[in-house]
């Protein structure tokens, strides 16, 4: 969610992992970031500049950070390579901070690059950062869930909602709202508009996607909260070896089904077409009569 304090929030993770004596090792991945207020040890901005790339693809910001996105990914096994080296201590985190636009990130060729990328070698979660002052507006509320849930079935990792600036607003109003529909109803009953009857429906059918989030609220301001968002994240851990990657063989599995399968058709057509042209040429026999 842009501006809801994703960086900040890397920030005070970073600070918080340094304090435990797990220093994380920290990704820039938004090539339009004016200040990165902690010390990154990859940055897209060392190998992209993304002012360069609106002029030279002749884009927009948005387009730029896309295609600057893009470029990256194409060279995202070296930061893979950096992410896995051993090291002694080896390291416990691995923090990527992305741009704030969804449709940048999540639905992008190369946010799935990179977030397979990670789940491949690592176990990998995604933390959607939310701005709470800016949900509690019911019709917000869900536009937002309906992302979050758009991100969740996307890249199908573990997702935790973190609901920052909680010394702004708190966030019991939007967990609640995750947990008893009558009270999302509830917020919503002098709203006759077609927007609020739809979000009552989608409410519905979330059900089930909010059974599967951790959620909790914290502060990247004053870091309370971060003391339970990395249970969530150690929950998070078991999630990603008990689920992700069961399915992550079981789907390489139809991949290679699937490959053998098309081989096999390619030699069935390659048998045809061998036939086919065969049946045109003149036999032996008839040849030699011919002559
Ligand atoms: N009060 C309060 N303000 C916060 C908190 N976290 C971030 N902010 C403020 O929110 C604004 C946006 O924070 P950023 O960290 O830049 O947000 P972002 O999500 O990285 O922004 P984009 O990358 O542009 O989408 C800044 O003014 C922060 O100081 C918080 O926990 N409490």
Redesign the pocket.
């Known amino acids: ?9 890397m920030q005070r993770l970073a600070s918080h992992l340094s304090t435990i004596k797990k220093p994380g090792y920290l990704l820039n991945l ?1 090539p339009a ?1 004016a200040k990165v207020p902690y010390n990154p040890n990859v940055d897209i901005r060392d190998t992209i500049n993304y002012k360069n790339v609106m002029k030279e693809y002749n884009l927009g910001p948005n387009g730029a950070i896309l295609t600057s996105l893009n470029l990256f990914a194409t060279r995202f096994d070296q930061v893979i390579d950096l992410c896995t080296k051993e090291r002694d201590p080896p390291l416990d985190y691995v923090l990527a ?1 992305t ?2 636009q969804i449709e940048i990130f999540t639905w992008s060729a190369s946010g799935a690059i990179i977030t397979e990328a990670f789940a491949t070698v690592l176990p990998t979660a995604i933390v959607f ?1 939310l701005d709470t002052p800016r949900c509690t507006a019911p019709q917000t509320f869900m536009s937002n869930m309906l992302q979050a849930c758009s991100i969740l079935y996307k890249t199908r990792l573990p997702l935790l909602l973190v609901f ?5 607003a708190r966030p019991d109003f939007a967990l609640e709202w995750m947990q008893d529909f009558d009270t999302f109803f509830e917020a919503l009953r002098a709203d006759t508009s077609y927007a609020a009857s739809l979000s009552r429906s989608m409410s519905l059918v979330l059900e089930k996607f909010y059974m599967n989030l951790r959620a909790v609220g ?5 870091g309370e909260g971060i003391d339970e968002f990395m249970r969530a994240v150690d929950a998070a851990r078991e999630e990603f070896d008990r689920e992700y990657l069961p399915d992550l063989e079981r789907r390489k599995q139809v991949d290679l089904e699937k490959k053998r399968r098309e081989m096999e058709m390619e030699r069935v057509q390659e048998d045809m077409r061998a036939a086919r042209a065969g049946s045109r040429q003149p036999t032996i026999p008839e040849a030699e009569e011919e002559a």
């Open positions: 969610m842009a501006g809801s304090g994703k960086t900040t929030f938004d970031v901070d741009p704030g950062v920052n600036k909680i010394d702004v914290v502060s990247a301001i004053t």
